[in-house]
């Protein structure tokens, strides 16, 4: 059989007339297209089937790029435009596209209730640590200390970690992966799809332009190494936290948690209303 190629794919998926895209130089937001297209591709996902959804940003841009229906809302409403369409059509597969802003800022309520009601889709939440396409301000997810148009001497504020947030209200699915990684995004995005219920995956991904040069993350090979030295494996990370010496707890000072937070199995929102129709039926 045929290598797949990432040409072959982008042919496959992509509108052409699309292109070029509006990602700058060094941006990690192509990779998460690309990774996505490959798990789509993999589990052999029907197109025709599928709507992908998105609110406002560069990361929201994706959904334009793909040939399949979709939906560019509004900003922070992604997950309130995603719920609509599963509800009303529960055999869909529904994919969002939403950044750290969109799905965590001025969206971080419609993640909370996504994921308490359990709808049945898969997030794709790209963190790079600020508002990109408004030229980086601060963000709930923008790291202690960073500097931004808002935070010019740096950011006092803690910051929100969606994929401790989305385990603790039950996602069935919850990881995070920095695009570094080739193979293990691809691996989640088609467990998320697979996964009955809500499925999070949070990507984190360069923005030299808009965070990167005030960050000394500019340059490609910096911003790749700097995802290399900072992430740890989650079991690897609360192993040692749970269980290390004071110096190899030391050791997690300024690490990035990465990996599989949670993988289970909860009834999802189509199911239990299901449930209360067939009840009202019964009833009548
Ligand atoms: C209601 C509303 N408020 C503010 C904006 C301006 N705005 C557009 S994109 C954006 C930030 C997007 O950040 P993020 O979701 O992190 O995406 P990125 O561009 O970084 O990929 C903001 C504040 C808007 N379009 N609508
Ligand atoms: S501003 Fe940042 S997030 Fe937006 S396209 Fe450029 S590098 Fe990517």
Known sequence: MAMKQAEDLREKYLRQSMFPTIFCDGCGIGNVLNYTLWAIDEIELDIDRTVFVSGIGCSSRLTGYVNADGLHTTHGRALAFATGVKVANPDLTVIVFTGDGDGSGIGGNHLLHTIRRNIDMTVILVNNYTYGMTGGQVAPTTPMGSITTTTPYGN???????????????APYVARWPVTFPYQPIKSIEQGIRKRGFALIEMLAPCPTA???????????????????HSLLVEEYERIERFGTDAERATLQGKIKVGVFQDSERECFSDQWRAVVERVKLKA
């Open 156 to 170: 006092s504020e803690w910051p929100l970690d969606v994929c401790e947030v989305a385990r603790a209200l039950g």
């Open 211 to 229: 965070y990167g040069r005030r960050n000394n993350l500019r340059a490609l090979d910096q911003s790749w190494k700097w995802y290399k030295d």
